[in-house]
């Protein structure tokens, strides 16, 4: 089973099965609370899925640092749930706003000759709305375990790991949800405790279209710090 697994995401990434499409997603959250879940993204605290409630939403983006005048491009859904990709000049600390809609994002990249000096965030609504994803200072890249699977296709989720440092420990929560309300469900767990562990996947985790996934920790040492990887596979089901 897991040759032909590995057979057809080595096929995948290299683009030659226009159904299949391999994602590697990671995430970090440098600062765990041991008072409750949160979501393995930079920007801390549970993910706020329910600002994307009501239909496909306005984006803006700023950087807290002036100097940053490249390009960023974002990654998400669309109005309609297909995936969409949008590039864009941002004006350092000067609001701009994308010209798409979007329902999700869940990757964004920054561009230039020397790397993003300042914090870059993406809002929902206005440039003071809520964060929904965050480019770190010097990292020119969003840390974000979660995803939404684009409509009709189905995701494989082949494997995940989970990471923390010396002295740091963690109860890591692999959840999904396949429709807005719901709740996120328990999919899988591990017990980190300043290791790395990575579980495979004996048969792939089926992800239907329009499932949000989201990668929550618990610590019971606050500040604690984990990094997660996972990889899945995306097939087009549409005709």
Same mark, same amino acid.
């Given at each position: 089973m897991h040759e032909i697994i590995e057979r057809i995401a080595i096929t995948a990434t290299r683009g030659s099965l226009? *159904?299949?499409k391999h994602i590697h997603k990671f995430g970090l959250n #440098?600062?765990? $609370? $041991?008072? =409750?879940?949160? $979501?393995?993204?930079?920007?801390?605290? %549970?993910? #706020?899925?329910?600002?994307?409630?009501? =239909? #496909? !939403?306005?984006l803006f983006v700023k950087s807290s640092s002036s100097s940053d005048n490249g390009i960023i491009? &974002? &990654?998400? +859904?669309?109005s309609n749930w297909n995936e969409l990709t949008e590039t864009h000049t941002i004006t350092g600390t000067s609001p701009i706003q994308l010209v798409n809609q979007f329902r999700r994002i869940f990757r964004a990249l920054y561009t230039d000759g020397i790397g993003n000096l300042g914090n870059i965030t993406f809002? %929902?609504?206005?440039?003071?709305?809520?964060?929904? /994803?965050? %480019? /770190?200072a010097d990292i020119a890249q969003t840390q974000m375990a979660i995803y939404t699977v684009p409509l009709g296709h189905t995701g494989y989720i082949l494997n995940y790991t989970g990471s923390c440092g010396k002295n740091d420990d *963690?109860? +890591?929560?692999?959840?999904?949800?396949? @429709? @807005? =309300?719901? *709740?996120?469900?328990? !999919?899988?767990?591990?017990?980190?405790?300043?290791?790395a562990f990575r579980h495979m996947f004996a048969v792939p985790l089926v992800v239907p279209a329009l499932t949000d996934i989201d990668f929550r920790a618990i610590t019971t040492s606050a500040g604690s710090k984990i990094a997660v990887n996972f990889d899945i596979i995306i097939v087009d089901g549409r005709p």
């Open positions: 226009a *159904a299949y #440098p600062a765990l $609370s $041991s008072g =409750g879940y949160e $979501s393995v993204w930079y920007t801390g605290g %549970i993910y #706020p899925w329910t600002a994307w409630d009501g =239909g #496909p !939403k306005t491009t &974002v &990654v998400g +859904l669309d809002h %929902i609504g206005t440039s003071t709305g809520t964060v929904v /994803a965050n %480019i /770190a *963690a109860t +890591l929560e692999l959840r999904t949800r396949e @429709a @807005a =309300g719901e *709740a996120f469900r328990l !999919k899988s767990e591990m017990f980190l405790y300043q290791s």
